[in-house]
């Protein structure tokens, strides 16, 4: 008893680590293998990142002769509050698996490796713009994400969009239903902060956009000035 008092913390802490990597070693969060890293380097390297020609407004991969046009057939037909949006990888297989993993069995601790992730495309995208302010779509799992990636990427996230209307589940609707049905749904609590600023929008899935569209809309209604769009994974459309 008096020996346990007598070690300080931290040591105390590290011992009580190393008894339970014995008793449960540490596991990979998507294949279960056992490994000293939540995501194991195999799961890391089947992940579909997307590194190609892209659309230069909604981030969609195009593949073919279509790498050489500017904009996708989507983009060139519509005019968007946001500036641009781009994505770490395609929304399938491990990538799907780790939002999984993160959003709805709640492995939080995911969140060091999600961060890097979103770092790495926006890195590649927007280091050099000016942005201001880091945002997200309101809930816990994007909140707790927001602050971790805050933190690597130097930018302030304070959660200044607020949820005010209950949304009825997106699955199964097409692009003009989803963005019917997402309106109104969230507010930007104190508009002047944002006044004139440039803001980094930050999400874990792109289906169709809508959602991302709708926080665009309201950024720009209360008075932001560019709104950069970056998600972990997107899908096709
Ligand atoms: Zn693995
Ligand atoms: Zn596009």
Not at 65 to 82: G, I, L, M
Not at 216 to 226: E, M, N, Q, R
Request: glycine share 6%; charged share 30%; proline share 3%.
């Amino acid at each position: 008893m008096i020996l346990i008092q007598k070690i300080p913390k931290k040591v105390n802490k590290n011992f009580l680590d190393i008894l339970k990597d014995i008793f449960i070693p540490p596991l990979c969060a998507v294949c279960g293998k056992i490994d000293s890293e939540l995501l194991c380097r195999q799961c890391i390297s089947k992940i579909k990142k997307i590194e190609d020609a892209v659309c230069s407004c909604c981030g969609r991969p195009l593949s073919g002769n279509k790498a050489n046009d500017k904009r996708c057939s989507f983009c060139r037909k519509e005019d968007f509050n946001f500036y641009r949006h781009r994505s770490f990888a395609l929304y399938s297989g491990e990538i799907k698996k780790v939002i999984r993993k993160y959003k709805y069995n709640r492995i939080y601790a995911l969140k060091e490796i999600i961060s890097l992730f979103l770092r790495h495309t926006y890195i590649k995208n927007y280091e050099y713009e000016k942005i201001d302010y880091l945002e997200t779509v309101p809930g816990r799992h994007m909140d707790v994400l927001c602050r971790s990636l805050s933190g690597l990427i130097k930018i302030p996230f304070t959660g200044n969009i607020i949820k005010i209307k209950k949304i009825v589940k997106q699955q199964g609707l097409d692009f003009i239903q989803r963005r019917n049905n997402i309106k109104g749904a969230f507010k930007v609590k104190n508009c002047l902060q944002y006044y004139g600023k440039n803001i980094l929008v930050v999400d874990d899935v792109w289906t169709t956009g809508s959602t991302m569209m709708e926080i665009a809309d309201i950024l720009k209604k209360a008075g932001a000035d560019k709104i950069y769009l970056l998600t972990l994974a997107r899908g096709i459309q």
